[in-house]
């Protein structure tokens, strides 16, 4: 069984630009949770989305943006990018998304310039 | 401070030798706990899953839950030089779906 994907695995940007992250989640599974690591603020919760809704939002800028399809595929948007948004960007699946196992991906590293 | 806190480490052993991982938390809110580990350029990896307060042994991992004094931990047993990587405690509470609040890790070598 294939786990998470994403894609880009390397993103480079300058500030200003607008940056779209992808991830397919575990076959079957209908929750897909995004998260921000970065080597000073740690693993942050940015949002999770179910049967193509956002269920849950952590505290980030309205920058910060994402979507999902109904095969459960999810995009993460970032607009105007900042210097600060530089981080290894996850994506996260489980089955219902009512705080079960989460499985991660490999991520996409960002670097704003 | 943080809501969940995590010693930094890196914590380093010999192989062979029992590691043992430990995070507190202040959120009382929180009924499940687990423990990732991540190798350097790589996703989360999940170890173990726990519910509420008690242990779980899986294979040559142990996980431990007391609620009361707020305070989980993981142990390796007979550690492996392929265990060096960082761990990380994750919580979240019953309403909060897959919003979890990491610890920031612990960085572990084990030295052949």
């Known amino acids: 069984k294939a786990g998470v994907t994403q894609t880009p695995r390397y993103l480079i940007k300058t500030r200003g630009q607008q940056v779209t992250l992808s991830c397919s989640p575990i076959?079957?599974?209908?929750?897909v949770s995004w998260y921000q690591q970065t080597p000073g603020q740690g693993l942050q919760f940015l949002f999770e989305?179910?049967?193509?809704?956002?269920?849950n939002k952590g505290n980030f800028p309205g920058r910060f943006s994402g979507r999902q399809f109904s095969n459960s595929r999810s995009e993460m948007n970032v607009s105007t990018l900042e210097l600060g948004d530089s981080a290894l960007y996850l994506c996260?699946?489980?089955?219902?998304?009512?705080?079960?196992?989460?499985?991660f991906g490999s991520g996409t590293q960002l670097s704003v310039l | 401070q943080k809501e969940v806190e995590q010693d930094p480490g890196p914590l380093s052993v010999p192989e062979g030798a029992i590691v043992s991982l430990n995070c507190t938390y202040s959120?009382?809110?929180?009924?499940?706990f687990m423990w990732y580990r991540q190798y350097s350029r790589k996703g989360p990896e999940l170890l173990m899953y726990?519910?509420?307060?008690g242990n779980k042994e899986d294979g040559r991992f142990t996980a431990q839950v007391d609620k009361s004094s707020k305070y989980i931990s993981l142990f390796i047993r007979d550690s492996q030089p392929s265990d060096s990587a960082t761990y990380l405690c994750?919580?979240?509470?019953?309403?909060?779906?897959?919003?979890?609040?990491f610890g920031g890790g612990t960085r572990v070598l084990v030295k052949p």
């Open positions: 996260a699946s489980s089955l219902e998304g009512g705080s079960e196992k989460l499985f």
């Open positions: 076959s079957g599974h209908r929750s």
């Open positions: 989305y179910f049967s193509e809704t956002q269920r």
């Open positions: 959120n009382s809110a929180f009924q499940y």
């Open positions: 726990t519910y509420s307060s």
């Open positions: 994750a919580m979240s509470a019953k309403a909060a779906g897959n919003k979890l609040t």
